[in-house]
């Protein structure tokens, strides 16, 4: 974390089959949720900020709704002057109910100030994500897609080893590592398909959050295979990226902007974390439409498929897509909440 910015821990909580759990901890999932509820608004009252951001609510995270209600009424009752802006990814993905579309136009048009909505506006706008868009009465901002700047003179060696200059150096991330286990595994599976044709390195990352069993069993898959290197997590990936002949992933937004800013060739698989969730899907269609990756949906997965589409990417051009989008979404958004804030501070004089 940068030295400005202060880490406030939550007593965690787990997702699992659409059920609360608390983990190790010995405390109730009830005694967790009261705990939580209390912390943020204790933070809050400590902090005095100017703005509260949420990060998807109420969009989505309706499962917080015991901790996240609370704490914007409490804005509002106390700290009128503190404005509540959502954080919005480009695509919300999951089909909402008519019910819930009303609770969502009721919730932001009764605590929230401003939308901030993280997509180029050329590939997706708010009102293609959200049928109600003209019920929201808040500004809608479209920042532009939020990325990390690219590297430059990154050492290839450092991160591959000595390798032969044909040899494909192929990356495979799934995020945190909690769902994605299956591409993981039909990649290694692949890879033997894979070394009949083309000689490669694969440098596998699973995530600090995929289960050590898991782990365990992928490594056992691998057996003694020296071109598979699998690691839990690297704080290079963008590197890695950069330097890839091809990446192999999922298709969430965070991965998704790596292979927009480093241009690199890409395989991804979408996969929703609950059924109705196609956040991925629609992101990923709308991008190969475009040429810049290809998809393997997640029952099509073989490893006889994947190792053929992994050779017909490898004959591809690599092509950089930062001219095709605004990627510059971090720093925009930063100066607009700047600008905006000092707009309301003046008002308020």
Same mark, same amino acid.
């Given at each position: ?147 990390? @700047? ?39 599976? @692949? ?111 073989? @490893? ?46």
């Amino acid at each position: 974390m940068p030295p400005q910015v202060e880490l406030i821990r939550l007593p965690a909580l787990w997702l699992e089959n659409g059920e609360f759990t608390v983990g190790d901890s010995c405390q109730s999932v009830e005694t967790v949720k009261e705990s939580r509820k209390n912390l943020l608004i204790s933070e809050f009252d400590r902090i005095k900020p100017d703005c509260l951001i949420t990060e998807f609510f109420p969009f989505g995270r309706h499962k917080l709704i015991f901790e996240l209600l609370p704490l914007v009424e409490h804005i509002k009752n106390i700290s009128p002057n503190t404005k509540i802006i959502c954080s919005l990814r480009d695509v919300i993905g999951k089909e909402t109910e008519p019910q819930e579309e009303e609770t969502i136009c009721d919730l932001m048009n009764r605590y929230f100030d401003l939308l901030l909505f993280h997509a180029d506006s050329k590939f997706q706008q708010f009102s293609e994500s959200f049928a109600r868009y003209r019920d929201i009465k808040s500004e809608v901002i479209h920042t532009g897609f939020v990325t990390q @700047a690219v590297k430059a003179n990154i050492d290839n060696q450092q991160l591959w080893g000595e390798i032969n200059p044909n040899t494909a150096k192929i990356l495979v991330s799934v995020g945190g590592g909690r769902i994605g286990y299956e591409l993981l595994e039909t990649v290694v599976v @692949a890879s033997s398909n894979l070394s009949q044709i083309t000689p490669h390195i694969i440098k596998i990352f699973t995530g600090p959050f995929m289960p050590e069993d898991k782990i365990k069993q992928l490594k056992q898959i691998s057996g003694d295979c020296s071109n598979i290197q699998i690691e839990t997590y690297t704080c290079k990936l963008l590197e890695y990226m950069q330097t890839a002949d091809i990446s192999l992933s999922l298709s969430g937004y965070n991965t998704t902007m790596n292979i927009l800013s480093t241009g690199v060739r890409a395989i991804v698989v979408p996969i929703g974390h609950e059924q109705q969730d196609k956040e991925q899907l629609v992101r990923t269609h709308k991008l190969e439409q475009l040429g810049i990756v290809n998809y393997i949906l997640p029952q099509d997965l073989t @490893a006889s498929y994947l190792a053929e589409k992994i050779v017909t990417n490898l004959n591809k051009n690599r092509k950089l897509h930062q001219n095709n989008f605004e990627l510059n979404g971090a720093n925009k958004t930063a100066c607009f909440l700047k600008s905006y804030l000092e707009r309301v501070k003046l008002l308020a004089l």
